[in-house]
């Protein structure tokens, strides 16, 4: 069965600094999505990345980077230089291709005060 | 404009009156699937349906009805609503293999 830890419930940070939020799955399939999500407080999610597990290149969006290890079983997420409008819960989440059961993590509290 | 969109937004009701919570959505997605949020347990997928007339579960499917009679239509049924069925629902919908766009969410109540 599919499986997303992340391990951090919440993180607090002073603007501007760099944080990283830590993703493992579980899978037994060979071929598999990885995503993250953004629930900020007024509570819609966002769709930030997709990434499928033929590809191990990291991406960096503007502030943002994603961590793709599959040796590791990891997608970990890097917010560079963090501003207020950057807390929010994120989620990450896996969806096996055998199947389309979408699995998520218990999600990372971000707090980044100013 | 691209959306998913649900309604209501907020219903607060009692125990055993059957409801039905609507989504829909406007980008020709195959995938829509259901969702409810509840502290401490994250999101968790209740039904989802790859495209016309097929439906599947999800991890938390008892208590809920799903149908998908026309692509862009995914409603939730609760025949009999109970208080554990309280919480925060979100339906998604996306291409096969793409990024899941949520709608606004529903707060549901169940007294």
């Known amino acids: 069965a599919q499986k997303v830890t992340q391990a951090q419930t919440e993180i607090s940070v002073v603007e501007k600094e760099d944080v990283t939020l830590d993703c493992v799955y579980e899978?037994?399939?060979?071929?598999?999505?990885l995503f993250w999500y953004k629930q900020p407080p007024s509570g819609e999610l966002v769709f930030l990345i997709r990434?499928?597990?033929?590809?191990?290149q990291n991406e960096i969006s503007g502030r943002y980077s994603w961590n793709f290890q599959k040796s590791t079983s990891s997608f970990n997420f890097t917010i560079t230089a963090s501003q207020v409008v950057d807390s929010a819960v994120y989620f990450c989440?896996?969806?096996?291709?055998?199947?389309?059961?979408?699995?998520f993590g218990e999600g990372t509290q971000l707090t980044v005060n100013p | 404009e691209a959306q998913v969109t649900q309604n209501p937004r907020y219903l607060i009701t009692v125990t055993g009156k059957k409801l039905t919570v609507t989504c829909s959505q406007n980008?020709?997605?195959?995938?829509m699937s259901w969702y409810r949020q509840d502290p401490g347990l994250g999101l968790r997928q209740i039904y989802y349906?790859?495209?016309?007339?097929?439906?599947d579960k999800g991890d938390v499917p008892e208590g809920y009805k799903v149908s998908r009679k026309e692509k862009r239509n995914f409603p939730l049924i609760l025949e009999s609503p109970s208080p554990n069925q309280t919480s925060l629902y979100f339906c998604?919908?996306?291409?096969?293999?793409?990024?899941?766009?949520f709608g606004p969410g529903t707060r549901l109540t169940v007294t």
């Open positions: 998604a919908s996306s291409f096969l293999r793409g990024g899941q766009y």
């Open positions: 899978t037994r399939d060979t071929t598999y999505y």
């Open positions: 980008m020709n997605h195959e995938y």
């Open positions: 989440a896996l969806r096996e291709t055998s199947g389309s059961r979408l699995t």
């Open positions: 990434r499928n597990s033929f590809d191990e």
């Open positions: 349906s790859m495209n016309v007339e097929v439906t």
